[in-house]
């Protein structure tokens, strides 16, 4: 099992910056791929960054060369780098966690992911 709580999202200028932070319970991390996905008004939950358990990451096209996925595994946190920040960034955040057996992949979508946090709001104004 896992408990997840983000934190770090905020109002931000368009070009600026912000690092949202994932912190998960428990004494496994080790044995969780993790995620960032987001969510705009009236639009569907999209995948945004992923990282696997040994550190393979992959982003979304959007988000390419701008946003930098990483995790700690001695400290239980999983972050997202997040610059050049746009308007279209602005959206709900999501941690997502998936415990796997096999330490290099990294999945790409929500039905993939068995564990969510509450979301962290992001706004990027223009």
């Known amino acids: 099992q896992a408990q997840l709580a983000e934190s770090g999202g905020g109002l931000v200028q368009a070009g600026g910056s912000l690092r949202l932070s994932c912190a998960a319970s428990g004494r496994t991390f080790s044995m969780f791929a993790m995620a960032w996905f987001r969510q705009a008004p009236g639009k569907e939950r999209e995948f945004v960054a992923g990282?696997?358990?040994?550190?393979?990451?992959t982003y979304a096209d959007s988000v390419k060369g701008r946003f930098t996925i990483s995790r700690d595994n001695a400290k239980n946190t999983v972050d997202l780098q997040m610059n050049s920040l746009k308007p279209e960034d602005t959206a709900v955040y999501y941690c997502?966690?998936?415990?796997?057996?096999?330490?290099?992949?990294?999945?790409?979508?929500?039905?993939?992911?068995?564990?969510w946090g509450q979301g962290t709001q992001v706004t990027v104004s223009s």
């Open positions: 990282i696997s358990r040994s550190g393979d990451y």
């Open positions: 997502a966690a998936r415990r796997t057996a096999i330490s290099y992949s990294v999945y790409l979508g929500d039905n993939d992911y068995n564990y």
